[in-house]
């Protein structure tokens, strides 16, 4: 799937709609879901176009992986889940439920957060 630079996440990096921002570094930015799911709601997301995280995967530096993958922790830190625990989520493509396609991890946390998937 090709890169949609219209996509919500793309319109918040260039700065043309807002967002709740937690948290940026050289390739992240972390800001909190507009409806979250759990009391502690970010979602991470690279400043580079990958449609998700199998795109951003095979194509995305190694600077930029690690750059996400430090932001999450980063943000846990910042937000004091650390200790309690939390959860790490990224959906892709259609059977994952990716609704919004620009690679994003939600970071959940503030609560229990049950099970890890509803059982069929
Ligand atoms: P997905 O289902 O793609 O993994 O998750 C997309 C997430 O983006 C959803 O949790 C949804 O609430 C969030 N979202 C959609 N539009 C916006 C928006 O304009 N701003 C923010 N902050 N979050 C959004």
Known sequence: MAYNPENIFAKILRGEIPCKKVYESAHALAFYDINPA???????IPKGAYVSFQDFSEKASSDEIADLIRAVGAVAKQLDIVADGYRVLSNAGANGGQEVPHFHVHLFGGQRLGAMLARA
């Open 38 to 44: 759990a009391k502690v709601h970010v979602l991470v």
